[in-house]
T-cell receptor
């Protein structure tokens, strides 16, 4: 099992450019999440999905869009990148709430994005 | 709203015990977690504690929960250089989606 994988690992964009970050999981998890990690701020939830075809906004959704067309994939899009979106982006997946005692989230290795 | 706070940095010598502290605000949290992040990697779940427990021990790890003070701690016994990492405390919100709310992370540096 590869677990949770993310592509690309690194990317540099110019302001105004667009890109898509891909997250894939092979654990048949229903729930998937996108976080951003900034120094001194911990992880903040951008968007999440509780199943194929469904998405919802998290804590900091502005400037991002997501899609979950297949259960194993969760895409994060930046339509017009801004320097404030320079961050490390983590994808995670988990079983549904109530299916286990801990609802552990499994994380990908991260994508480091720099917007100039 | 929910808020989770941690000190930013802790330095210990190899073989000593490390204690990482966390405070949270949501008294209705059901689970509290400790995640470890090694350099250049994602977060990995270390351990968790259910809110009706005071303590949980798992090999070198001891988690203490003081619900009255909303204080959570992680003690690592016999700390090794391989324990150097960032440690995140997280609470599971008991409202709505029951998302995880993460602290800012504590960077643990273990010197030989």
């Amino acid at each position: 099992n590869a677990g949770v994988t993310q592509t690309p690992k690194f990317r540099v964009l110019k302001t105004g450019q667009s890109m898509t970050l891909l997250c894939a999981q092979d654990m048949n998890h229903e729930y998937m999440y996108w976080y951003r990690q900034d120094p001194g701020m911990g992880l903040r939830l951008i968007h999440y999905s509780v199943g194929e075809g469904t998405t919802a906004k998290g804590e900091v959704p502005d400037g991002y869009n997501v899609s979950r067309l297949k259960k194993q994939n969760f895409l994060l899009g930046l339509e017009s990148a801004a320097p404030s979106q320079t961050s490390v982006y983590f994808c995670a997946s988990s079983r549904p709430l109530g299916s286990g005692m801990d609802n552990e989230q499994f994380f990908g290795p991260g994508t480091r994005l720099t917007v100039l | 709203g929910e808020d989770v706070e941690q000190s930013l940095f802790l330095s210990v010598r190899e073989g000593d015990s490390s204690v990482i502290n966390c405070t949270y605000t949501d008294s209705s949290s059901t689970y509290l977690y400790w995640y470890k992040q090694e350099p250049g990697a994602g977060l990995q779940l270390l351990t968790y504690i259910f809110s009706n427990m005071d303590m949980k021990q798992d090999q070198r790890l001891t988690v203490l929960l003081n619900k009255k003070d909303k204080h959570l701690s992680l003690r690592i016994a016999d700390t090794q250089t391989g324990d150097s990492a960032i440690y995140f405390c997280a609470e599971r919100s008991n409202t709505g989606f029951q998302k995880l709310v993460f602290g800012t992370g504590t960077r643990l540096l273990v010197s030989p």
